[in-house]
């Protein structure tokens, strides 16, 4: 649905995004992943034609970016880092405004308003002038113009920015409510906002997309994946070799652990990915006679991956293997459909020139 392929852009002289290649299918929610300045804002920028690229190319359900952009930008619904919003307009008139510049039909075009204001609860702001909204309720308006021509393509730039923590619950709820019938990408610098909504992540540190995977498979893909911790008393010599017999353990470590009594030793146990056998190794050591006196399991966060690729040594090896562990969706083969387009929206125009629907303008 969205081909992204050796995108660069170069500010002056200074690179932003450098050879950026990705694929998002139909349906998919692909989650920017990267610390400030790593580039996100400029690919979502060129993705929705709003900013040219150097060089690369985009296409969109199809259609290129570049050439074919009123195409795209019909496909696309586009939530821009600071929402462009008209101050002087209600809540309700805006929407009907960019329905209307969005080319949906004038008989559909109430439906579809009240449709995004309720999915982005604005109802009861929906005679509100924009310029009196709070920062949060103006973040659902930047997000309800984003959603209101029912774009099959939504690129969604840092959307819980702003909000409180039930509103975050419930963007987040409506994003994954879009996913399979839209195809959404969307930016964020809160790791758990990823892999609570995101069926696939792409991570970009300097301008370079260091890893693209799933949430879990991320996890997974990294050195140490996830393990116990153990504090055992008895015999380590006898232990160990028994422990790494159990089948999906990788490896068995002793932790040095000053504060633990003597009688006592801690053990980091590493699996192999995809195996859990917690069961069988807790059964070996009480089945030696040893005391177990805590057992817990360790995982591989995503703020571990994150940290891991955005940290200049490892981030090239990881990016390797993260490359071949799982080969980018190529989008050439998914068939092109309707897609997605992006906008700022069009030079201001006074609201007085508008023929909306929307009348009222006071609180
Ligand atoms: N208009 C511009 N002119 C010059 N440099 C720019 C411009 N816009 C962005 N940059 C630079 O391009 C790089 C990428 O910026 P971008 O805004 O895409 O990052 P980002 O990942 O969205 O960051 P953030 O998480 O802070 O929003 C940064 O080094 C930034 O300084
Ligand atoms: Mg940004």
Redesign the pocket.
Known sequence: MIEVEHLHKI??S?P??QDITFGVEKGEILGFL??????????MRILTGYLPATSGSVKIAGFDVHEQSMEVRRRIGYLP?VPPLYPEMTVEGFLHFVARIKGVPAGDRPTRVKLAMRRCNLLEKQKVLIRKLSKGFRQRVGIAQAIVHDPPAIILD?PTVGLDPRQIIEVRNLIRSLAGEHTIIL?T?ILPEVSMTCSRVAI?NR?RVVATNTPDQLMAQLAGGSGYELEVEGDLAMLQPRLQGVPGVRGVKAIAEPYLPDNLCKLHIDLEPGSDPGRQIASTVVGLGMGLYEMKRVRVSLEDVFLELTTEEKATDLAAAADEAAPDSNPSDSPATDLADTDPLPTPVSAASLTSPATSTEE
């Open positions: 500010y002056g200074t932003a995004i990267g610390p400030n300045g790593a580039g996100k804002t400029t690919t880092e840092e930016s610098h970009i301008g």
